[in-house]
């Protein structure tokens, strides 16, 4: 794939069937040593006919370089299928998919789940440059339009993808309704919310926090809700209550 | 038949595995991975009087062989509990113990007297040592004076096994435990988590938002081996073991350092089945040594 980036293919065969995209997996790096934690991954697509989950990831700490080695046959320990997932589009003409980086990897599977809908899907896909561009051709096969920028310019339009996305959002037909999915860094979850909320668009957003556990013991993932409830609730778990939000509901802080 | 069975002043368990508060939520999280009947019995994650929202992120981070916390005691507060974690709590027939946390010393007495009033609670534990929550907190764990006090007044409110749980940031534990103990305490659990910082170098910033936070992990079980030993060696009631237990020979080292229970933390985010496993692990163990009652070896250490 791209440079430092990764798909890890493992078998399992009854979540291969169950995976929703959005779910996430949480999982014991190989070799581990002194690194405590699993590691989260969401799920990048499955395959219910050959009984595969993909996961995609990017090299860069000590347990994904470790996860990158793995050979075929290896056995992984691997806690799932954890999370909710997006909600599928009803009465609306297009989807919109936002991603970051390697934010596209729930999309791969979003867009399996969606390849019998009828209505029109566009991914905007910002990378850093070049040479971390990877999905674009498996998700064109599953339909989609593709909308690339980088931040240097040598892949698709230069800028952020944000930018893009507004370009888009002014140009196409308000009357139609649209769907708006989104996953990436923190920065462009934040831009892509203010400009959700100033299209009136509504939003889906996916997650990804530091967790201990992936199933709602360690309460160390919470996500900031927009409007504390009434009875003083501040936060919403990742894992358990995510790591799919409404983005209206939701805020990002440093 | 191996006797796994320990004692906590008028409270039996079918064994000494507990799981220690805040690492096992109400236990409804953990009911998919296994029979929770299984262990000795569960530790709820704190009650406090009032509901608590907890800590802004980044509540946690990760260190070697161990991690830091500052999740700030976030619960539903003593009347939603009741309401919505103690109907699973109530159905499980080994013993539930309750974690109190309070601001004040009022706050704890009305806490323990709300929740007595529930039937089949095995036992309290008293969380005077959270070193993430502002308030109080530190206080009551970290002067003698202080514990004793609270101690002395929960003591007022409730027949049932009381158990304070004990920070080891302080100079001396076994002198807060002796305080415990003389204020009418049944029983002492330690240790809760180490102060402990990181720093990230790239953006220069504290790794938690809180700054400090709780060190807790396999990396503090030599900590907690030794406080407990201390502990063991002063007080007349028993001591429960906490600290970094991953596996059925860690429990055992805790054991023969003299304590009569343990509680699994950390290790139950990282393997869910870590308590279980803990209390399989002793079975075999008991088995393997032809040990017929595994209270023998507790305190059992040969020191020379």
Redesign the interface.
């Known amino acids: 794939m791209a440079a430092d980036t990764f798909r890890l293919s493992f078998a399992a065969p009854a979540w291969a069937q169950t995976a929703r995209a959005g779910q996430f997996v949480n999982i014991q790096m190989p070799q581990h040593g002194d690194l405590l934690w699993r590691r989260p991954f969401s799920v990048h697509d499955a395959d219910s006919a050959h009984g595969t989950l993909d996961i995609l990831f990017a090299a860069v700490g000590r347990g994904s370089r470790a996860l990158s080695r793995c050979k075929p046959g290896d056995a992984l320990d691997v806690l799932g299928l954890l999370g909710n997932s997006f909600t599928e589009p009803a009465e609306e003409e297009e989807v919109i998919l936002v991603a970051g980086g390697l934010g596209v990897a729930p999309f791969m599977l979003l867009l399996r789940q969606l390849r019998h809908w009828p209505g029109k899907k566009t991914v905007f896909l910002g990378f850093r440059s070049s040479r971390q561009v990877c999905c674009a051709e498996t998700l064109v096969q599953r339909g989609a339009r593709i909308v690339l920028s980088s931040d240097d310019g040598s892949a698709g339009v230069r800028g952020l993808v944000t930018t893009a996305l507004e370009d888009y959002l002014i140009s196409r037909d308000a009357r139609q309704k649209v769907l708006l999915y989104v996953c990436g860094p923190t920065p462009m979850l934040r831009s892509v919310r203010a400009v959700a909320l100033q299209y009136h668009i509504p939003a889906q957003v996916t997650v990804e926090n530091r967790m201990a556990c992936g199933f709602g013991a360690c309460v160390g993932c919470p996500v900031e809700l927009a409007q504390p409830r009434p009875d003083g609730q501040k936060y919403l778990l990742a894992c358990k209550d995510g790591p799919v939000f409404p983005l209206e509901e939701i805020v990002f802080n440093d | 038949m191996i006797d796994l069975s320990t004692q906590i002043a008028s409270l039996r368990l079918q064994n000494p595995v507990l799981t220690a508060s805040?690492?096992?939520?109400y236990a409804e999280?953990?009911a998919d991975f296994y029979d929770l009947n299984r262990l000795g019995g569960v530790v709820t994650?704190t009650v406090t009087i009032e509901?608590r929202?907890?800590n802004?992120?980044?509540?946690?981070?990760?260190?070697?062989?161990?991690?830091l916390?500052s999740?700030g005691l976030?619960n539903?507060g003593v009347e939603?509990f009741i309401a919505e974690k103690w109907p699973f709590l109530s159905r499980l027939v080994n013993a539930v113990i309750i974690n109190v946390a309070g601001k004040t010393p009022d706050d704890f007495v009305r806490a323990v007297e709300r929740l007595d009033a529930l039937d089949g609670i095995a036992a309290f534990e008293l969380n005077y040592s959270c070193p993430n929550v502002k308030e109080g907190g530190l206080s009551f764990s970290s002067n003698p004076r202080v514990a004793e006090q609270v101690t002395a007044m929960v003591r007022k409110v409730t027949r049932r096994p009381l158990i304070t749980k004990l920070t080891p940031n302080v100079t001396s534990i076994s002198e807060i435990g002796r305080a415990c103990e003389a204020a009418g305490a049944d029983a002492v659990s330690a240790i809760n988590t180490l102060v402990g910082m990181a720093i990230d170098i790239h953006s220069r910033k504290p790794r938690l938002a809180s700054i400090t936070g709780g060190l807790s992990?396999?990396a503090i079980r030599p900590v907690a081996l030794a406080k407990v030993f201390e502990l063991a060696r002063v007080l007349r009631i028993p001591v429960i073991g906490i600290g970094g237990i991953q596996s059925a020979a860690d429990a055992l080292e805790f054991i023969l350092a003299g304590a009569a229970a343990l509680q699994i933390g950390?290790a139950?985010?990282?393997n869910?089945g870590a308590a279980l496993e803990v209390v399989e692990g002793l079975e075999h163990y008991c088995a393997g040594q032809k040990i017929a009652r595994l209270m023998d070896l507790r305190g059992a250490v040969k020191l020379k």
Do not use: L, S, Y
Not at chain 2, 56 to 67: D, L, N, V
């Open positions: 805040g690492t096992f939520g999280e953990f994650k509901p929202p907890g802004a992120p980044p509540r946690i981070c990760e260190t070697p062989a161990g991690m916390n999740i976030p539903v939603q992990g396999p950390t139950n985010f990282m869910p």
